[in-house]
């Protein structure tokens, strides 16, 4: 790889253990995908609880302030787990506060959340950032055409120091033409909620093999933002694709032929209601139907979901925990509207950490004895992971049957007749 | 025999084969604490993949695989290496950072050369993956 002449002095470690270490994993990732050199990012963002300490530490030492800015992922709240009374939250307080520190020392800002361009805070089209998370990767690539390539939480701290990234894969606009097809089968769109685009989402995601670029048509054109985003965000937990081109809603793919760039695309698959069946089915993973816990917010809430989770809770109490994962000013801004008083009032509660893989009241980590044994959600990337890495029963259905099971403490909700 | 593949981790290795004709993460499909696949209903669900050269299709999955490939690591629960058919950049990430050895692109069909429970070897850093005995049928 050619680096330039600052690049070379990191390298050599002039500016420190941190920044060596980091340029060097940069090279290494680099070198592998045949990149012939770094590019500079327009900002970067880490998530310091989901990094192990060790890497941490070896990734930060000796590293100043940084010019560019660095924002972060959702956090652990161990304090607020605590006055929630889930007995393990101490064993995570330490750890916590002492990358915290170094997050502070380092300058970058504390955006705690998976859903940053409900902040304002968003890449234009073109622009290069790095970034941890899979789903607002995709939804940055997808929804405002800006340059993020799929990259690990490791590999996102090191860009993030650095302020580089390797000149690869979706950076590179030659990469960026969909080399696979999907064909949506003609359905009563008017009826889908969020949780429908998540089920095709979270089946696209299955059978598309790789992580190329891929165009989805068939779709009504110019989507409702939020339906846009559940349809993209749950294509990199079942698979790999990190930016999909949804054809007349998002910015690279006014039309197909934009989307593939007139290329042939390597594969043409058709989606119909039978794979949709399928799918909401494969994300259902319970045998009774008492719900213990009810997760929201993944990614991070949107003030329109908030509306209508609260214009179903007045006056109601729940007999689940409800957790809803946002950003800390989308809470403000639902406080504010009364949203919150609502929720809060009937037992529900918000909190800016990831409401799936770690989900306080799902983790036996956290939560200890009071784990939830079944948890109901509206998002396939949360019925996924609280599965598989918070080994829960998942009941998976719309907005409305989960906050029904919420109310009633066991699941109602019916497979959608598409 | 010999198989040449490219070089995504350097290193050596040497274990019994483990296939998976489909895609991996290191979050959500292995239990780092364990060793072993966690799925619900996925075919290798409950085998421990800790010391296995592991052979599947591509990544996928959470940004946040390469953490727990680290932890896996650390604990000694991850497999010895890693061979795909084509890589992607959150799974070269993850073995990368970790020190996993792992290649992808093999020039042979190795899920035809090879079987789960063969025992091969493999030199990540050359580039070569050598079956040194086919399982006993």
């Known amino acids: ?14 500016q420190g253990p941190g920044m060596q270490r980091a340029i060097d994993l940069l090279i290494r990732l680099g070198d592998s995908f045949d990149a012939e050199r770094l590019m500079p990012i327009s900002y970067g963002h880490v998530s310091y609880d989901y ?4 890497f941490w530490n070896l990734m930060t030492d000796g590293v100043s302030k940084t010019e ?22 101490d064993n995570w307080v330490d750890e916590h506060e002492r990358k915290l520190e170094t997050f502070k020392r380092l300058g970058w800002l504390r955006t705690e959340t998976c859903a940053e361009y409900l902040l304002g805070i968003f890449p234009r089209k073109g622009e290069i950032v790095s970034m941890s998370g899979s789903c607002m990767q995709v939804a940055n690539n997808s929804l405002f055409g800006a340059r993020v390539d799929r990259m690990g939480t490791l590999v996102s701290l090191a860009a993030a120091v650095c302020g580089r990234t390797p000149y690869m894969g979706l950076l ?10 999907i064909h949506v089968e003609k359905m009563n769109f008017s009826d889908w909620t969020s949780a429908h685009f998540h089920c095709l989402g979270y089946h696209i995601g299955a059978v598309i093999p790789g992580f190329k670029p891929i165009a989805v048509t068939g779709l009504p054109e110019r989507l409702y933002f939020d339906s846009a985003r559940a349809l993209v965000i749950s294509m990199p937990t079942s698979g790999a694709v990190t930016l999909a081109h949804v054809v007349g809603t998002t910015p690279e793919a006014p039309d197909l032929e934009a989307a593939t760039g007139g290329i042939k695309p390597e594969n043409e698959i058709k989606v119909g ?5 399928r799918t909401w089915e494969s994300l259902n993973v319970c045998d009774y139907s008492i719900v213990d816990h009810v997760a929201f917010g993944c990614p991070h809430a949107t003030i329109d979901e908030i509306g209508m989770i609260a214009s179903m809770l007045e006056g109601k109490k729940l007999k689940s925990t409800m957790l809803i994962g946002a950003s800390i000013p989308v809470e403000a801004l639902a406080k504010r509207q009364g949203y919150g008083k609502i929720i809060e009032q009937a037992g529900g509660r918000f909190l800016p950490v990831c409401p799936s893989i770690r989900n306080p009241f799902a983790r036996r980590d956290v939560a200890g004895e009071m784990q ?24 998976f259905g719309t907005l409305k049957d989960c906050v029904k099971a919420a109310i009633n403490g066991k699941w109602e909700g019916r497979f959608p007749e598409w | 025999m010999v198989i040449n593949a490219h070089t995504i981790s350097r290193g050596e290795a040497e274990g019994e084969a483990v296939l998976y004709k489909g ?19 996925h075919e290798l669900e409950g085998l421990s993949l800790a010391g296995k050269i592991f052979i599947f299709t591509t990544g996928k999955g959470s940004s946040s695989g390469d953490c727990a490939a680290w932890v896996a690591k650390k604990k000694g629960n991850a497999p010895a290496a890693i061979i795909c058919l084509e890589s992607e950049p959150v799974l070269s990430g993850a073995v990368i950072a970790a020190g996993i050895p792992a290649m992808d692109r093999p020039e042979a069909d190795i899920f035809e050369m090879i079987k789960t429970g063969d025992f091969i070897k493999i030199n990540a850093t050359e580039g070569t993956i050598s079956i040194a005995m086919h399982k006993e049928v």
């Open chain 1, 1 to 14: 790889m050619k680096l330039t002449d600052e690049e070379k002095r990191i390298f050599s470690g002039e």
């Open chain 1, 51 to 54: 990094c192990p300490e060790a």
């Open chain 1, 68 to 89: 560019h800015r660095v924002t972060s992922h959702p956090s652990y709240q161990p304090k607020t787990w605590k006055k929630w009374g889930l007995p393990l939250a």
């Open chain 1, 172 to 181: 590179k606009p030659e990469n960026r033409f969909a080399r696979h097809v």
């Open chain 1, 273 to 277: 209601v039978s794979e949709l069946i």
């Open chain 1, 372 to 395: 939830a044994t079944s948890c109901a959600t509206n998002s396939a990337r949360a019925a996924h992971y609280l599965a598989t890495v918070c080994g829960t029963k998942v009941f």
């Open chain 2, 23 to 41: 895609p991996f993460s290191f979050m959500g499909d292995l239990d780092p604490f364990t060793g072993k696949v966690t799925v619900p209903r």
